[in-house]
């Protein structure tokens, strides 16, 4: 797991995304020891936009993007300037000293991350969610607040588990997956679905 300390010649970071989502972002950036928070958006808004500061990479840089496809496509883009991505933790969050978190993952307030788990690039662990011991979350998904995912749980690329969602042990969900709220899943779920209900069920190929 990255070192999250920040020195004094890092005070600084950019947030790209200027959503509600970002706001939170933001929160956990200076609960992390960041003193100047820059957004960065490319909408039509008041804020910088990446052209703007791309030239400009000794400040390090996180992601307040809450959709994975489009935090996948920025990430790389940032990535190809070489920028430094981090890691946001939230302080609150208990986290196992022998869990692997890559590069770009944003964790909240309240997250449990349990031993062995891996934690991939780009995801997002939102508010309260628990991730049980050896759980492998890959590249840019979202799980969403008060999320439980027993042991042994494999969720797969751009992958989005909605708020309150429960996984039982041993299951797997799917690459490009999304999940409503309040389900919870007793059976492995395919790629490429739309998926709800208690108990979850397939509704819709997303293919």
Do not use: W
Request: hydrophobic share 40%; aromatic share 6%.
């Amino acid at each position: 797991m990255q070192n999250l300390k920040v020195n004094n010649q890092m005070k600084s970071i950019y947030i790209y995304g200027a959503s509600g989502h970002g706001l939170v972002v933001a929160d956990i950036a200076k609960a992390c020891g960041y003193e100047k928070i820059i957004f960065i958006d490319d909408g039509e808004n008041q804020y910088l936009t990446f052209e703007e500061i791309k030239s400009n990479n000794k400040i390090s840089i996180a992601f307040g993007i809450g959709d994975n496809k489009i935090r996948h496509k920025l990430f790389y883009k940032v990535e190809k300037f070489e920028f430094n991505i981090v890691s946001l933790i939230h302080p609150s969050a208990a986290i196992s000293p022998n869990v692997r978190i890559d590069t770009g993952t944003v964790i909240m307030p309240k997250v449990v991350v349990n031993s062995n788990s891996k934690i991939g690039k780009g995801v997002i662990l939102n508010s309260a969610c628990i991730i049980e011991h050896e759980n492998e979350i890959k590249d840019f998904v979202h799980i969403s607040p008060g999320v439980s995912l027993g042991g042994d749980v494999l969720i797969n690329e751009y992958t989005h588990i909605g708020i309150g969602s429960s996984i039982i042990q041993g299951l797997s969900v799917g690459e490009n997956c999304i999940i409503g709220a309040g389900s919870v899943i007793v059976n492995e779920i395919g790629n490429n679905k739309l998926a709800y209900g208690n108990p979850c069920k397939e509704i819709k190929d997303l293919s």
